[in-house]
């Protein structure tokens, strides 16, 4: 058999044949397709599915090469034949392998995109296309509010759905904004741990407090009166306070303030968020323009679980200084032998550490489609990174990826859906202020003559910024804090 769905992304295509195939029985094998897999790869796979009689769901198949679609397409038909005439044994690519009538493959595709290969003829019809659209929000969230343990799902999937259907309208078009399925899913899951927890809080205050602890901190701050007004419409007179681990977050105060930063409320702020995001998201977008925090977020994020003796494993590596190849492993042509790649054997590594210690990557580098792409099937569900050698590595419970980048300007929706999204701004100057006060801290000089610092600091800086900002045009533009940093 042989099955296409195509679609949006978010709409589920994947999850719906790995749901198919647990309601059948049936063992199915995601695989993420990029560009470094050739004709040799997937004969291997199919040969794999047909002697055991699998499912395998080929996920964005349109990133083959064209030359190895039109292979494909002779590969699979091989298969389908040997299924109509009966055989038991049959030959696929110059080798003999045995025959499960059963055997199934799918390819899951979002058309459109860049870099995407129009499937050849032939091999469109060996498959038949299926058409996902974008998914009844309203049901689902009612169906998984019920499986909760809501009363009251069908109220509150109508106010849930509601408010991300208004926010979609009314706030700003950012990149980074998904109000779509895997968002909705990732934050009734939250709201069924409140529910559990909180046995005093109503149902309304605890759908409530998800939709807004687990959304403020993606929100821009030009949209954060309309978010709260959306908000304060949909749930009138209701606004609980944040679940807060007082003592962790005492613990975060305390390393910011050894590593020589001042604990400034906004950014232990931001850390607390990215605690709480990495706890139900597996891949965490860290976004901001230069010098807003990101780096020194998740630092002091790792310097407190250290500090509670939970030992944090990191690799830090920037994707955008080698090239795909490099960064996954490829296959060395003339040799069949495989070269690993930078991500593939740290993550491997981090994978075979016998400990559940949390293990972090963090990847300090801009996306674009080149290489976050081929990275989907591990930001997903599916958890797993599948190389060109079809080695399938698994991102553990206690594995987090982090991305620390500047906008999501190259990346596709696909990408932006699978990830939670921390986003700092530097509008508000906190960040420069945090660093004047740390500054002053650490001079050795007198308690007055700190105090003069700080008020010549407040009393010039913030005039002089708006100055430069209405009077000047810079050859290579500048941010406020690197002005405050020269300043120092």
Excluded at 17 to 41: E, I, R
Excluded at 130 to 144: K, S
Excluded at 238 to 255: G, H, Q, S, W
């Amino acid at each position: 058999m042989g099955c296409a769905p195509a679609g949006p992304a978010g709409t589920g295509k994947t999850e719906s044949t790995k749901d198919l195939a647990a309601a059948l029985g049936k063992a199915c094998y995601v695989f993420n397709c990029s560009d470094q897999m050739d004709y040799q790869s997937m004969a291997g796979i199919f040969r794999g599915l047909s002697a055991s009689g699998s499912w395998g769901c080929f996920d964005e198949f349109n990133r083959l090469k064209p030359e190895v679609l039109s292979v494909c397409a002779t590969q699979f038909k091989s298969v389908l034949d040997a299924i109509k005439a009966g055989k038991s044994r049959f030959m696929l690519s110059g080798t003999e392998i045995a025959l499960d009538v059963t055997c199934g493959a799918f390819i899951t595709m979002n058309p459109g995109y860049i870099g995407r290969a129009e499937l050849p003829q032939d091999l469109k019809a060996l498959f038949r296309p299926i058409t996902v659209v974008v998914p009844d929000l309203a049901m689902i969230c009612e169906n998984m509010l019920m499986a909760e343990g809501f009363v009251t799902a069908a109220a509150l999937s109508k106010k849930f759905v509601t408010l991300y259907f208004l926010c979609r309208d009314l706030l700003s078009k950012a990149k980074h904004y998904d109000w779509g399925l895997r968002a909705i899913k990732s934050v009734l899951v939250v709201a069924g741990n409140m529910k559990r927890a909180e046995k005093v809080l109503g149902e309304d205050a605890v759908l409530m407090r998800a939709l807004r602890d687990f959304n403020l901190p993606k929100i821009v701050a030009d949209d954060l009166p309309i978010f709260h007004g959306l908000l304060g419409d949909l749930f009138p007179g209701i606004n609980p306070e944040r679940a807060r681990d007082a003592e962790f977050e005492d613990v975060i105060k305390t390393v910011t303030i050894e590593a020589g930063l001042h604990p400034d409320e906004n950014f232990l702020r931001k850390v607390v968020e990215l605690q709480e995001l990495q706890v139900i998201r597996h891949c965490v977008f860290t976004m901001g323009p230069p010098g807003a925090g990101k780096s020194s977020t998740w630092k002091m994020l790792q310097r407190a679980n250290d500090k509670i003796g939970k030992k944090t494993t990191l690799v830090d590596l920037n994707p955008k200084v080698i090239n795909s190849d490099e960064l996954y492993g490829f296959v060395q042509m003339s040799t069949r032998e495989w070269k690993d790649g930078i991500l593939s054997n740290k993550m491997r590594a981090l994978s075979e550490m016998p400990d559940s210690n949390p293990k972090w990557m963090i990847f300090d580098g801009d996306l674009d489609a080149t290489w976050i792409e081929s990275m989907n099937s591990v930001m997903d569900d599916n958890k797993l990174l599948t190389l060109a050698s079809n080695e399938r590595i698994a991102l553990k419970g206690h594995m987090r990826m982090f991305f620390e980048i500047r906008d999501l300007d190259y990346a596709t929706p696909a990408t932006v859906s699978r990830a939670g999204i921390l986003y700092i701004s530097d509008s508000d100057g906190y960040q420069w202020r945090a660093y004047v006060k740390s500054w002053i801290t650490k001079q050795k000089c007198s308690a007055e003559m700190k105090e003069e610092f700080a008020g010549l600091f407040d009393k010039y800086i913030p005039e002089t910024l708006n100055q430069c900002k209405k009077s000047f045009k810079h050859a290579i533009p500048q941010r406020e804090l690197a002005m405050v940093m020269s300043t120092c």
